[in-house]
C-alpha cells in the first residue's frame, strides 16, 4: 500500500507563489510515477502535472504551463510542485496521486493511490 501525504497549500495574492509537497511512504520504484490534480467544488477532478521515468517525463496543462514546474526528491520520496504567477483560477484543492496504471497521465482514473489534498487559495 502506497500513503501519500500532501502539503504546502496556503492562501496567496494574485501572482504570488507556493510550493506543493508530495510525500511518498511505502511505495516501490514503480510507483514514483506521480500527477497533480485539482477539484474545486462541483468540478471534476483535473490533471495539472505529472512526472514519471526519474523526471525524464513532464506533463503539464496547458493553463500552466511556463508558471508550474515538477520535480523529485528521491531521497526525501517528495514530488513537488512549485506554483509562480498564481491566478484565482488556480484556485483548488490539490491532490498527488501515485500507482499509474498507464493510459493519460491526465486522468485520474489512472492513478491508484491519492493523498488527502492540500487547499490553495488565490485572491486578488
Known amino acids: 500500500q502506497v500513503q501519500l501525504v500532501e502539503s504546502g497549500g496556503d492562501s496567496v495574492q494574485v501572482g504570488g507563489s507556493l510550493r506543493l509537497s508530495c510525500k511518498l511512504s511505502?511505495?516501490?520504484?514503480?510507483?514514483?510515477?506521480v500527477g497533480w490534480f485539482r477539484q474545486v467544488p462541483g468540478k471534476a477532478r483535473e490533471g495539472v502535472a505529472s512526472i514519471r521515468n526519474g523526471g525524464s517525463f513532464t506533463w503539464f496543462t496547458d493553463s500552466v504551463k511556463g508558471r508550474f514546474s515538477i520535480s523529485q526528491d528521491n531521497s526525501k520520496r517528495t514530488v513537488y510542485l512549485e506554483m509562480y504567477s498564481l491566478k484565482p483560477e488556480d484556485t483548488a484543492m490539490y491532490y498527488c496521486?501515485?500507482?499509474?496504471?498507464?493510459?493519460?497521465?491526465?486522468?485520474?482514473?489512472?492513478?491508484?493511490?491519492w493523498g488527502q489534498g492540500t487547499q490553495v487559495t488565490v485572491s486578488s
Open positions: 511505502g511505495h516501490t520504484y514503480d510507483d514514483i510515477d
Open positions: 496521486a501515485a500507482g499509474f496504471v498507464g493510459g493519460y497521465v491526465y486522468d485520474s482514473a489512472n492513478y491508484k493511490y
